[in-house]
């Protein structure tokens, strides 16, 4: 490797010289604040540096948060920064962002640098590899084995000693003997090379009239610079990909040094996607998603840290990257539950993303075609500019979406498609059209019940359901991942061939549309049958392709995928995101099953929406069926104001956990009288959680509201540092929750 070599023989500790400058290092780690270290002499460590330093007795990588000059009286022992990394300091907009967002989310700082720092590998150039290639010169002892790798050198290019030998069908040592009668030179390169830079900055063919017109005012956005909020509002299929290419091409032309952020729903990074990209700008995006492998993650990292990687599209924590010269952000699907973090530090990538845009001085454009009631509500009053696209280009047109009463129009016993859907089927199959069904349950059923004794099978420790998986014969709790081969017998009373699944899953519809039409191509798309980003576009490519008749799918489904020749949604269970006292469901339901029934129609062959519901009178239900969006949110606006909940009000989650149900208890007295009195601010709870047991820890939770001009988050901030709890006691904070298991 490159790699500058690490400062081994430095002193352990300094006495700080009366020049001598202090160096505040942030580590990852559960820290709260940063540590002083002396510089040396000599070295150029500055605010933003990646540095390693000692800590007890470990050498850890962080990054210096400020550079001080010693005081006169300060007689302490410092030990010194070991080194510097060769990388570009994080700049100063970053450092911001990381300590706002520590302080918002009522996390350590040293826990998102932690985020920053996922990819350390790319805080040294990139390793290198020997490849070899022909020099022209051959000798009077060549062999036949000689001349077999030659021919494969002048027809692979340059590469490996080992891929040389493989393809010429000898042993490495015949490679080795080439370059000894230099036939071959061995040549050292970079094993991560840069991205390919962009080119195309021109505007984009083929726009609409509305399409141009909402990218000339954010063409004209970015050309002026400064922080820039906009909500890109397009019904489905309304090409907001095409007039944020718009922005993005603008910001490209005005700075060689410009980088874009492009943030999406994870499972939508497929290679369509990207291909799209590298079509618009003639060469691809940066990725950075959980399917990437180590060497890709630092490829990423390293090239934005160097200001290379000039577009870069990813999930949610491609939001801290550390890039040189953020100029635009882009936040697809913004309304998407997948851009709250859950685990580890809570956070909500929408919001962050706003606030870092600001920090950057960069404008933020936030696209969807349901938006966020939090997204709508800042868009009427002024905070963001509003773009709206009102159709679809060319002869596509929305989806007629009808509403399936349930109890009007029941299934037959034991199955769970309703006539007016089963028809359906038939129908768009024998037009030689596709369809979609979605049903948000995996497996074959979400209960499995004991027809004996009536016992539920849950997973060990937690208080989930068991769901069945009839492909795979096995249980499986979707919460904790933990699965069992399916018992001939009930673990509880022990009667053999008495489990049943109850309810259906997306393998039991699949069962029912297959003994419907028997010689169709149906295929099941879920985190179960695509658990890679390669069986993801394959599935998405066969579909598009028209290789698949009938497509079923969980939410996967509804993540920006076009389809051609998809005429036919049908939604088994609309009523299934009602259940549950989450003060967003009816939203959340209206946005996943809008966007579902969007899929279909989005080229020349009409599209219709067939919605199975129980609740028709349900507001979503007769929105949807009226394709009345604004109507819907403002009857959400007008329960959440009178209630004074998100947005008009600030919320927050506190939830705690302990090994044993009389620990959790007394933890909850003792948190519940620590709580600070705050004006405008109520504490509901301590109240069992949802799931009260998860891997073996009983679970409360405490419910927060106030109004908009409360610091919530130093409410909670003050309320955690107030509590003696045992060591055995967890707990963590939520800034507007939108989970409550």
């Given amino acids: 490797m490159n790699a500058t070599p690490y400062v081994t023989e430095s002193p352990t500790h300094t006495k700080p010289s009366p020049d001598m400058k202090l160096a505040r290092i942030l580590f990852p780690l559960p820290l709260p604040e940063p540590f002083d270290y002396a510089i040396p002499d000599g070295m150029d460590a500055r605010p933003g540096s990646y540095v390693r330093a000692p800590l007890g007795k470990i050498e850890r990588t962080g990054v210096v948060w400020e550079v001080v000059e010693k005081k ?293 454009i936030l696209a969807s075609a349901t938006p966020a009631l939090e997204t709508m509500v800042n868009a009427e009053q002024g905070r963001y500019q509003r773009l709206k696209l009102s159709a679809r280009p060319g002869a596509a047109k929305l989806p007629d979406v009808e509403l399936v009463d349930l109890r009007t129009n029941p299934p037959e016993k034991g199955n769970w498609l309703s006539p007016l859907l089963s028809r359906a089927l038939v129908e768009t199959l024998e037009a030689g059209e596709q369809s979609l069904l979605f049903l948000n349950r995996r497996g074959y059923a979400p209960l499995v019940i004991c027809k004996a004794c009536g016992e539920r099978l849950k997973s060990p420790a937690t208080e989930s359901w068991l769901t069945e998986h009839r492909y795979t014969n096995r249980l499986v709790c979707h919460l904790t991942g933990w699965s069992i081969p399916k018992p001939e017998k009930c673990p509880m009373c022990g009667a053999k061939d008495s489990l049943m699944g109850v309810g259906p899953g997306v393998e039991r519809v699949a069962e029912e549309v297959r003994t419907l039409l028997p010689q169709a191509r149906i295929e099941i798309f879920s985190s179960d049958t695509a658990r890679s980003g390669e069986e993801t576009r394959g599935i998405v490519d066969r579909m598009a392709a028209g290789e698949i008749d009938v497509l079923i799918g969980t939410q996967i489904v509804a993540k920006g995928h076009n389809f051609p020749k998809l005429t036919l949604v049908g939604v088994v269970d609309a009523d299934s995101g009602m259940k549950g006292g989450d003060l967003r469901a009816g939203e959340r339901t209206y946005q996943l099953l809008s966007q579902v029934a969007g899929r279909a129609g989005r080229a020349e062959h009409p ?67 620590a709580a600070p009195n705050g004006e405008g601010v109520t504490v509901y709870g301590p109240a069992p959680a949802p799931i009260s047991i998860l891997r073996g820890r009983h679970r409360i939770r405490f419910l927060i509201t106030s109004p908009r001009d409360v610091d919530l988050s130093a409410y909670m901030s003050a309320w955690l540092s107030a509590m003696k709890l045992p060591s055995q006691v967890r707990v963590s904070a939520d800034i507007d929750p939108y989970s409550f298991l």
Avoid: C
């Avoid at 109507?631 to 104001?641: S, Y």
């Fill in 72 to 364: 006169p009286d300060d007689e302490r022992d410092l030990k010194p920064v070991l080194d510097v990394f060769p990388t570009p300091p994080m700049p100063e907009a970053m450092r911001k962002f990381v300590s706002f967002a520590a302080r918002y989310n009522v996390a350590h700082p040293g826990h998102v640098l932690a985020m920053v720092l996922r990819a350390r590998g790319g805080l040294r150039p990139s390793p290198t590899s020997t490849i070899y290639v022909p020099t022209g010169h051959r000798s009077n002892r060549m062999t036949d084995a000689r001349i077999k790798v030659l021919d494969a050198a002048r027809d692979a290019g340059p590469t490996s000693a080992a891929e040389l030998a493989r393809q010429a069908g000898v042993s490495p040592g015949v490679v080795k003997g080439l370059v000894d009668i230099g036939a071959l030179e061995a040549r050292e390169v970079d094993t991560d090379l840069p991205y390919p830079q962009p080119t195309n900055f021109g505007v984009g063919d083929h726009l609409t009239g509305e399409q141009a017109e909402a990218g000339k005012a954010l063409r004209a956005a970015v050309a002026k610079g400064g922080f820039q909020p906009f909500l890109l509002d397009g019904i489905t299929g309304s090409g907001k990909t095409e007039v944020y290419f718009e922005a993005i091409a603008e910001a490209l032309s005005k700075a060689d040094d410009a980088q874009i952020l492009v943030l999406l729903p994870e499972i939508a990074l497929t290679q369509a996607v990207l291909s799209r990209f590298e079509a618009r700008f003639g060469a691809p995006p940066a990725p950075w998603h959980s399917g990437l492998s180590d060497a890709e993650r630092r490829r990423t990292w390293r090239e934005t840290a160097h200001g290379r990687a000039r577009i870069v599209i990813g999930a949610r924590s491609a939001l801290f990257l550390p890039f040189r010269n953020l100029k635009l952000i882009i936040i697809d699907e913004e309304h998407d539950t997948s851009f709250k973090q859950e685990d580890g530090v809570t956070y909500h990538a929408r919001d962050m993303g706003v606030m870092r845009a600001k920090l950057e001085d960069a404008a933020i």
């Fill in 607 to 673: 599209g219709r929406a067939l919605i199975q519901t129980y609740g028709p009178e349900n507001p979503a239900m007769i929105a949807l069926a009226a394709g009345d969006r604004d109507g819907f949110l403002q009857i959400e606006r007008d329960v959440r104001a009178e209630l004074m909940l998100p947005p008009f009000g600030r919320m927050a989650a506190l939830i705690m956990s302990a090994p044993s149900p009389e620990l959790i208890q007394e933890a909850g007295k003792i948190a519940g009288q």
